[in-house]
């Protein structure tokens, strides 16, 4: 499964249906230029545009719903959706990061920028980094350093 092709195809889906979103995990690292792995697409919405995420995404194939996760104390609030290709086994989670209050000032830093296929919205560095430092997991900790060392 094309990563940038699905992230392309719901950045478009989300434009075209008004909703605000901002990437914000690992994509949004290769968008600011610190490229790394990573097998999910995480997109910050506001919580009032859950609804309408949720049907753009599964009119796309994320139709596997999880349900809402909450992390750091309810400060990370993430409703999963999952795509399943069933030709090749492939398996695709999107993660819908809902703002919370704790997540309102990574929410407003988010950026448009240029990409390959047209502009999205991306969260700016700094807010990554506040971001990162409220999960705090091993991964986060190496891309707040990697976001650090090249501001």
């Known amino acids: 499964m094309d990563l940038y092709k699905q992230m392309t195809e719901l950045t478009a889906a989300f ?35 859950l609804d309408a995420a949720q049907h753009a995404a599964k009119r796309l194939g994320y139709d596997v719903d999880a349900g809402l996760m909450t992390f750091a104390g309810g400060r990370i609030q993430i409703h999963r959706l999952t795509m399943i290709d069933t030709e090749f086994g492939d398996v695709l989670p999107l993660d819908l990061l809902l703002v919370t209050p704790e997540l309102t000032e990574p929410w407003h830093s988010r950026m ?3 990409w390959e296929a ?16 409220l999960r705090g997991s091993g991964l986060d900790q190496d891309d707040i350093k990697r976001l650090e060392e090249t501001q």
Request: charged share 20%.
């Open 15 to 49: 434009d075209a249906a008004g909703i605000q979103y901002a990437l914000c995990g690992g994509l949004a690292m290769a968008v600011h230029q610190l490229p790394r792995a990573t097998i999910d697409i995480d997109v910050m919405i506001q919580p009032s545009s």
């Open 112 to 114: 448009k920028v240029e």
């Open 118 to 133: 047209g502009n999205l919205w991306v969260v700016s560095r700094e807010g990554l980094i506040q971001l990162k430092r």
